[in-house]
T-cell receptor, first 117, second 111 residues
Framework: GAGVSQSPRYKVAKRGQDVALRCDPI?????LFWYQQALGQGPEFLTY????????KSGLPSDRFFAERPEGSVSTLKIQRTQQEDSAVYLC???????????????FGAGSRLTVL | DAKTTQPNSMESNEEEPVHLPCNHS???????IHWYRQLPSQGPEYVIH???SNVNNRMASLAIAEDRKSSTLILHRATLRDAAVYYC????????????FGKGTRLSVIA
């Protein structure tokens, strides 16, 4: 497709369950980003990939959060032993060039809304 | 990245121009000014960016103050579809840092 695709759009998990959120970036885009957006707040950076390399994971809130992009295309964000505070919209974005270009423009997906009960 | 300040909310009438302000008094000489917007239930969407000169594209115009300490996003004719949260973000020219979003300005458009 022409845009960034995320699945599932909605996920409800019981506290303690593991979840996996998928991101299909725009074909050929080098950079991929994950953001977390709590209700009423702006998106907060989680992690960044350039091709298959995870170059920045400084925003991951705990070691329960893990992201991968093994072939430099599709990415998965995994959250282990989910907690209620993990409830948020998880946004994926991709861009054609690397992060070092300040004019770099991101294309975002619609997000995956996670609700932890 | 340097901090930006935006009003929490603004209101506009449909088919009138909208000027969304952003203050960035600590901007450095090599920071780009980016604007994104987020429609309800969607991810952020790129609007426009600039460095020093004013910029125009099909979506909006970006007016940058001569001292670069502030900028204004201009929607020439607001439509109901423009109701969104608008984020003003500074990006270092080669800072290797991701986009850092603030809370943005929530724009309401009245029919």
């Amino acid at each position: 497709g022409a845009g960034v695709s995320q699945s599932p759009r909605y996920k409800v998990a019981k506290r303690g369950q593991d979840v996996a959120l998928r991101c299909d970036p725009i074909s050929g885009h080098v950079s991929l980003f994950w953001y977390q957006q709590a209700l009423g707040q702006g998106p907060e950076f989680l992690t960044y990939f350039q091709n298959e390399a995870q170059l920045d994971k400084s925003g991951l809130p705990s070691d329960r959060f893990f992201a991968e992009r093994p072939e430099g295309s599709v990415s998965t964000l995994k959250i282990q032993r989910t907690q209620q505070e993990d409830s948020a919209v998880y946004l994926c974005a991709s861009s054609l060039v690397g992060l070092s270009d300040g004019a770099n423009v991101l294309t975002f997906g619609a997000g995956s809304r996670l609700t932890v009960l | 990245d340097a901090k930006t300040t935006q009003p929490n909310s603004m209101e506009s009438n449909e088919e009138e121009p909208v000027h969304l302000p952003c203050n960035h008094s600590t901007i450095s000489g090599t920071d780009y000014i980016h604007w994104y917007r987020q429609l309800p239930s969607q991810g952020p969407e790129y609007v426009i960016h600039g460095l020093t000169s004013n910029v125009n594209n099909r979506m909006a115009s970006l007016a940058i103050a001569e001292d670069r300490k502030s900028s204004t996003l201009i929607l020439h004719r607001a439509t109901l579809r423009d109701a969104a949260v608008y984020y003003c973000i500074l990006r270092a020219y080669s800072g290797n840092t991701p986009l850092v979003f603030g809370k943005g300005t929530r724009l309401s458009v009245i029919a």
